[in-house]
């Protein structure tokens, strides 16, 4: 079967080097796959080139069979949603207007919104469950909410493929918990969902594959048990494993299989 | 057209209501305003004219027609332009503190406008002055040329514009300095330039009037669609371009327009400042950001807002004018300043 979304031989570069260095990786249907390295070493990069706001500089993105940069901005704009870490408004808009600004890829010049546009807003309100937020300020809101409404935006958009920077980034645990819980419904709903990760524990058991970005090593990929080991996020963190605790329980577990 | 704001029925209601009340005003000041004046002619008279074929008397038909009218329907037609103008650019700008000159279109004409004083102040096409139509033009080319300053590589950086602008407006705005030295036969065109700078809406002929108004018309049904398109552009540049919209399109729309709708207004009144700043900001407060619904409201709201402020100058220190780019700066400063305390939480930048 061919992927969703498949990475060939990417690279990229801002003006003072090369970020994305030779990345391949495909995206499968249904997949879920969290995005994870050291700060700084390009996973915000890496979903703009997946969401083709970046042109890579050699190699493809590919969606379906067909070059990114190919395809016309609207026909990606209706297959892939890019969830930033930040959205800020200059005015007062509701979540609701916010909201409808995703349906902008099936508008025309002369064509507003029609029935089918509110229904679907409706339903991306619905599924990021922000319905009773809609007539709020999206400026006004808490941070776990603004993210839920960020996603519901995406959701209007009515993607295959669901892009997440950082989407739990500066929740508390209990919108941690609530977020991973909507990336669950979303997955079950058909969404295909890419998210970069800063908080390793909330990978195990919430995502099917796991992408390490890690310096001077290629791109690497693979199940959350085989990814999640010591050896390599001691390496691409560059984190000695007694300092965190997560690496620490499992380097005992390690010891102790070893013994 | 469709809009936002959830289509809910109060909030559609409200939209309405508005228009149709704003409508209703502008009627209303535009009647009290042509009432207004040296030669007193009462409301009841001319609407009577109008609807009764109780005909005025000659003189009065001449005061009304020839003078006063054009004049308030200028005002009407300068507020509605700078307004929008100042509505699309705050909207491109991502930021409530643009107006219609920011892009250099001031000094632009201050520039085209000095040009044509000196130089040409005999010449006149369309029933333009030479003093409108340099001014027209000065304010194009600026605006032109602080674009293609703001551009590399095939994209437009807001604030590089937003610089461009400032730099070029400033040192544009200081020339006509220059005309005044160089102008030795009399004050006549150091007096036409000064009422100029400070704003004042002459009495236009019928046909500079009229192709002015058709300007403002054409720019307001090419802004229509790209209305739409200022809010998708409110979530930044980027995420505008995700959502499948060409942003250099919109932006390239939308500065065209802009700076047609500013030029035009410049054509007839000088330059006028705070009615751009101020109306949009208002509107926005009584209706919420989006710019589809904001378009209509904004322009009655600048037409209702000019053409009050003129009446004032020229009917307070009467038989004395008072430049209504003057009156605005005193009224509109204060006001403003007012709407900044007052709202100074709403904005996030």
């Known amino acids: 079967m061919n992927p969703l979304l498949r990475f060939a031989d990417v690279s990229f570069g801002y003006d003072d080097g090369n970020v994305i260095q030779s990345a391949s990786f495909d995206l499968h249907e249904g997949s879920c796959t969290a995005l994870i390295g050291p700060n700084g070493i390009g996973k915000t990069t890496l979903l703009r080139l997946a969401a083709g706001v970046l042109r890579c500089s050699s190699g493809n993105v590919l969606l379906g069979d067909q070059p990114l940069n190919k395809l016309a901005i609207r026909t990606v704009a209706r297959t892939i949603a890019f969830v930033p870490q930040q959205l800020d408004l200059p005015f007062q808009f509701t979540v609701r207007q916010v909201v409808e600004q995703g349906r902008t890829p099936y508008l025309g010049l002369l064509r507003g919104l029609l029935r089918e546009d509110r229904i679907a807003v409706d339903r991306a309100l619905e599924l990021a469950d922000v319905s009773v937020l809609q007539h709020r300020i999206f400026n006004e809101l808490s941070g776990g909410e603004r ?102 329980e499992r380097t005992q577990s390690h010891a102790k299989k070893a013994g | 057209m469709s809009s936002g704001d959830g289509h809910s029925a109060p909030g559609r209601a409200r939209f309405i209501t508005l228009v149709v009340l704003l409508a209703a005003t502008l009627a209303i000041v535009i009647l009290l305003s042509v009432a207004t004046g040296a030669v007193r002619v009462s409301p009841a008279d001319i609407l009577a004219a109008l609807f009764q074929h109780h005909p005025l008397t000659e003189t009065q038909q001449i005061i009304l027609l020839q003078i006063r009218l054009p004049r308030v329907l200028a005002a009407a037609v300068v507020g509605a332009a700078l307004a929008i103008s100042g509505l699309m650019f705050q909207g491109l700008f991502r930021n409530p503190m643009a107006d219609p000159y920011v892009i250099g279109a001031s000094g632009g004409a201050v520039l085209g406008a000095s040009i044509g004083i000196y130089f040409f102040s005999q010449l006149s096409a369309f029933g333009f002055s030479a003093t409108a139509l340099f001014a027209f033009a000065g304010s194009v080319a600026t605006m032109a040329i602080v674009y293609s300053l703001a551009r590399a590589h095939g994209k437009t950086h807001v604030i590089t514009l937003l610089l461009a602008g400032f730099a070029v407006s400033t040192m544009l705005g200081y020339s006509s300095y220059f ?171």
């Open chain 2, 179 to 349: 005309f005044e030295l160089l102008d030795t036969n009399g004050s006549t065109g150091n007096r036409i330039l000064l009422s100029w700078l400070h704003g004042v809406i002459g009495i236009p002929r019928w046909t500079q009037l009229s192709v002015t108004a058709a300007l403002l018309l054409l720019a307001t049904v090419i802004a229509l669609p790209l209305m739409r398109q200022l809010n998708t552009l409110a979530l930044g540049d980027e995420y505008a371009h995700q959502l499948g919209l060409r942003v250099e399109y919109t932006r390239v729309g939308i500065i065209l327009t802009g700076s047609l709708l500013t030029a035009a207004a410049v054509s007839l009144g000088g330059l006028i400042s705070f009615a751009g700043l101020i109306v949009p900001h208002v509107a926005r407060l009584l209706l919420g950001p989006d710019h589809v619904r904001l378009l209509p409201v904004t322009a009655l709201a600048g037409a209702i807002f000019l053409v009050v402020a003129d009446t004032l100058a020229r009917s307070v220190f009467a038989p004395t004018e008072v430049p209504v780019g003057i009156l605005m700066a005193f009224i509109g400063g204060p006001f403003f300043l007012y709407l900044l305390r007052k709202t100074k939480r709403s904005y996030a930048l």
């Open chain 1, 147 to 248: 993210q839920r409404v960020k996603i519901a935006l995406g959701l209007a958009q009515q993607p295959k493929l669901l892009l997440l920077d950082e989407p739990t980034q500066n929740l508390d645990i209990g919108r941690q918990v609530e977020l991973i819980d909507l990336l669950h419904f979303l997955r079950a709903e058909g969404i295909t969902i890419f998210a970069s990760i800063h908080d390793l524990q909330l990978i195990e058991g919430n995502f099917s594959t796991v992408l390490l970005l890690s310096p001077d090593a290629p791109l690497m990929s693979g199940t959350p048990e085989e990814m999640l080991k010591p050896s390599l996020l001691e390496k691409a963190f560059n984190c000695p494993p007694r300092r965190h605790p997560l690496l620490l």
